[in-house]
């Protein structure tokens, strides 16, 4: 069974993912959170084996900083919100589902994530089109160039990028 973490600040979507969530068997939530410390506080209660974070949070928290925290516990984190980062984040969340969404969207998007945790590599026919999986680097192996070293991006540099995007 995979225990989940659910770090949204807003009571009613936290509970409609909830019950989403535990519609299947394999899966159940563990505890809920609103901002930073009740998550970090929950994660270090409850062991959780996932956590699904919105980026936006209360008390000014924000859904990177509960991603940075939750991995010094290795608890891998899915983002949930309405607007997904300007880039791919593969170092902070295994991917992004953009609301809305469906139970089914729900249930196929944790199937992914508990395949890339458990290192299955199965090819899932049908992933909700609302999903984005972050998957390394995002770096072309085709558009390289001979002796092209790819590197990532500082965590600082990405989210200097993101902040200064979404205030143009």
Request: charged share 25%; with cysteine; glycine share 6%.
């Amino acid at each position: 069974m995979l225990k989940i973490l659910i770090v949204e600040d807003d009571a009613q979507l936290a509970t409609t993912l909830k019950y989403l969530v535990e519609d299947n068997p394999r899966y159940r939530v563990v505890a809920r959170a609103d901002d930073l410390d009740s998550a970090v506080a929950a994660a270090e209660a409850y062991n959780p084996d996932l956590a699904l974070v919105d980026l936006q949070l209360a008390r000014g928290s924000t859904g990177f900083s509960v991603a940075v925290r939750l991995g010094d516990y290795d608890i891998p984190c899915l983002f949930v919100t309405g607007k997904a980062p300007a880039f791919p984040m593969p170092d902070l969340a295994l991917g992004c589902l953009l609301k809305p969404f469906t139970a089914e969207d729900v249930h196929r998007t944790l199937a992914m994530a508990e395949d890339v945790m458990r290192g299955r590599e199965t090819l899932r026919p049908k992933l909700p089109p609302n999903l984005l999986i972050y998957d390394g680097m995002g770096i072309d192996e085709d558009d390289s160039q001979p002796g092209f070293i790819p590197s990532r991006r500082s965590l600082k540099t990405r989210l200097e990028h993101w902040i200064a995007g979404t205030q143009a």
